[in-house]
């Protein structure tokens, strides 16, 4: 019987060689998976369907079906955005970024900075209090704790006052999501649904690609948009973390409307149904703020958030400033920053002192080394955990939202950002990065060099797992 099995683990292993060979990204990856396909089957073969694929073809069907039978809906939202359009002062950074999210970067907005989960939860469960028509509601991670419970209770109060609510979760995020949670919010009418990554026969056994989008959007009207989840660590109640760090935006305009888009395709994906939402865009009186919305995902052509990336590093004139907790960029994002630094530009990155993955944080020191050497500057925050996913370019746009700076987020996780240009936000967003550097360890080369031998051979091996962590 074992003879049986190893021959046919092999054929498999045949066979799931030519899809690793048609479909893995790079050569090196092609080879790697190739190679152990055939050497240990039995092993490698459930590895490569689970953590293999990078592109999520479900979801690309379900979305080309969803323009055909709303294009000329979706034509008509162009139309009545077009007079908020912003003519970008440098058409190529404009291009770029318009043509990755293929939406328009809209004007007429205003925008307000959240620092940190208590200001975040208040301006949203204040904005859910205000809905008069509808509440669209996504998140990653829902724990059903003190924060989970406050956002269930405000959700439930709306309902009960007839307005229609959409609550999106990623299954693999909110594992520990209790039924009850659930049934409580689905018997008030609320409409509450899991992302379901695994739906359809050829995503059976994807475990790899999750939704990592935090959108709340209010009446078409106000949207929020950032890194944190719901649970009362992100209001720093973790015993293991303590003071949690975070970054969320609120936005009012037109732009929501483009986040209100990427919620529709994700819901459409999960349910086959579309909510009936407003789609007129309401400009904000003396609102001077530029906004462009970038979904990314595994199910784009490109890779949006890599791109996105290196778009905004490549742009840079005079700084690049980059905050994330998970600071694992690959060949061609460390060529960008190496090349910012040669061209003079000021690199400095924020990371956590404290990492709460511990392949993350062995991962960083295989690299680190080398941006140091450079001159860029990269800090470790000390306070507690750093979770916020921001940049900063020049003194000229902002981004914020929920993409790391890992493949996780290049590549296998759906994501968004918001990009902002408007001067009083970036001037928030340089003095929100000089409080946190004001707060943390610069780095030097001997806090690499002066590891042991151990140290470094952990991180040269955990960086070799940076596909999929």
Do not use: C
């Amino acid at each position: 019987m074992f003879p049986v099995i190893i021959a046919i683990a092999h054929m498999l292993g045949i066979f799931s060689s030519v899809n690793a060979l048609m479909a893995t990204r790079t050569s090196q990856g092609a080879i790697a998976w190739i190679v152990a396909l055939n050497s240990f089957p039995l092993i490698t073969v459930p590895a490569y369907w689970i953590f293999g694929r990078n592109k999520f073809k479900g979801y690309v069907k379900a979305r080309n079906t969803l323009d055909e039978q709303h294009d000329q809906h979706i034509t008509s939202v162009r139309r009545k955005v077009e007079p908020f359009r912003f003519k970008a002062g440098n058409k190529q950074h404009g291009m770029v970024g318009e043509t990755l999210a293929q939406l328009p970067i809209l004007n007429s907005n205003s925008v307000d900075l959240l620092i940190d989960g208590e200001k975040t939860f208040d301006s949203i469960i204040k904005g859910i209090g205000e809905a008069e028509v509808y509440i669209l509601v996504q998140f990653y991670i829902i724990h059903d704790d003190g924060l989970g419970r406050r956002l269930k209770q405000a959700l439930l109060e709306k309902a009960r006052e007839d307005v229609r609510v959409f609550l999106l979760y990623d299954e693999i995020g909110s594992h520990s999501l209790p039924r009850g949670y659930i049934d409580e919010m689905r018997r008030a009418g609320i409409a509450v649904h899991s992302f379901q990554s695994t739906r359809g026969s050829s995503n059976r056994f994807q475990l790899n690609f999750r939704n990592h989008r935090k959108i709340v959007v209010v009446d078409g009207k106000t949207g929020w948009v950032g890194g944190h989840n719901v649970g009362d660590e992100y209001l720093g109640l973790s015993p293991k973390f303590g003071s949690w760090r975070d970054t969320h935006v609120k936005i009012t305009g037109p732009a929501v409307l483009e986040l209100q888009i990427s919620f529709l395709e994700d819901y459409h994906w999960a349910t086959d149904t579309l909510p009936d939402v407003a789609w007129e865009p309401v400009a904000v009186p003396g609102g001077d703020a530029a906004v462009l919305i970038l979904p990314s995902g595994p199910a784009d052509d490109l890779e949006t958030a890599s791109l996105m990336y290196q778009q905004a590093i490549h742009s840079a004139e005079r700084r690049i400033w980059i905050a994330s907790p998970y600071f694992v960029p690959d060949e061609s994002v460390l060529s960008a920053l190496h090349l910012a630094a040669l061209r003079g530009v000021e690199v400095r990155i924020l990371i956590p002192d404290v990492a709460d993955k511990k392949l993350v944080y062995y991962s960083a020191f295989a690299f680190v080394g080398e941006l140091l050497r450079e001159g860029i500057e990269i800090y470790r925050y000390l306070p507690g955990f750093l979770h916020e996913k921001v940049f900063l370019v020049d003194d000229r746009m902002a981004g914020i939202g929920t993409a790391n700076f890992d493949n996780r987020s290049f590549r296998l996780n759906f994501e968004i950002t918001a990009l902002i240009v408007e001067k009083g936000l970036t001037r928030a967003v340089e003095q929100m990065f000089l409080d946190d550097f004001a707060r943390s360890e610069k780095m030097t080369i001997q806090d690499v060099e002066n590891r042991p031998w151990w140290f470094k051979m952990l991180a040269r091996a955990s960086y070799l797992t940076a596909p999929v962590q």
